[in-house]
């Protein structure tokens, strides 16, 4: 006669074994899907958008171009997918940086360190965030646009705990220094790092912090106007 506890255990080995079955085709798609963005991210960044297709990204991927537009229903959403990755290395690697900082002077390096260590340590996101500032596509000028957002978000909220200019001072202190690092940064990298890291980060630091302490203590004199 059947045994209904034999029916039961049964069930469950047939539910085990479901769950086992699911579980490695999720690992599998999600590995294939990191084996596309990242040959993605290698050809938009030395290619860029438009000149990348998505027949040299199946054949990097070592996939057939079905099962690429499988895991991407177009090129311009694996692109995104790509640029979204590169935002959040950039938002750990200024997380990382500003956690240790104490002090005004202290998150001014520490914001100059993260941008040249993203410069640094990360140069295909770098080129690719800079490619999306430029790009055609609205899309990714936003997601461009985010990773600038962040990094002035995560200046301002490391900030807030000292004493600060006017708000709108705030903003465009803030906006500066950022810009000012990246550009030194950008200009370090292109021009095949003359200066060690250090040195380029102590130098580009030091003169962020004195500026920044310029503006707190300088107020520009009133103008006159002619009677």
């Known amino acids: 006669m059947f045994d209904a506890d034999d029916w ?3 069930n469950d080995d047939v539910e085990e074994g479901a769950t086992v079955a699911n579980r490695t085709m999720t690992q599998a798609r999600l590995e294939r899907r990191r084996v596309i963005v990242a040959a993605a991210a290698g050809l938009f960044a030395a290619c860029g958008y438009r000149a990348a297709s998505m027949d040299e990204i199946a054949c990097r991927s070592g996939i057939s171009k079905p099962i690429l537009y499988k895991s991407f229903s177009s090129k311009l959403e694996l692109y995104l ?8 290395v950039l938002d750990e690697t200024l997380s990382t940086s500003l956690g240790s900082a104490r002090d005004m002077q202290s998150v001014v390096v ?6 040249f260590d993203f410069a640094d340590l ?3 996101s770098a080129a690719l965030l800079a490619g999306a500032a430029v790009a055609e596509e609205p899309a990714a000028q936003r997601l461009a646009h985010r990773a600038g957002t962040i990094c002035t978000d995560a200046v301002t909220r490391a900030l807030a705990p000292f004493p600060q200019p006017r708000i709108g001072q705030q903003w465009l202190i803030t906006a500066e220094l950022v810009a000012i690092a990246q550009a030194c940064a950008r200009d370090w990298v292109a021009t095949g790092k003359p200066l060690s890291k250090h040195d380029a ?3 580009t630091a030091g003169l962020c912090w004195t500026g920044l302490a310029g503006i707190r203590s300088i107020r520009p004199q009133p103008s006159h106007t002619a009677e």
């Open 8 to 10: 039961a255990s049964g």
């Open 81 to 88: 997918a790509v640029l979204d990755e590169a935002v959040h």
């Open 110 to 115: 520490a914001t100059v360190t993260a941008v």
């Open 122 to 124: 990360h140069p295909r």
């Open 201 to 203: 980060v102590a130098t």
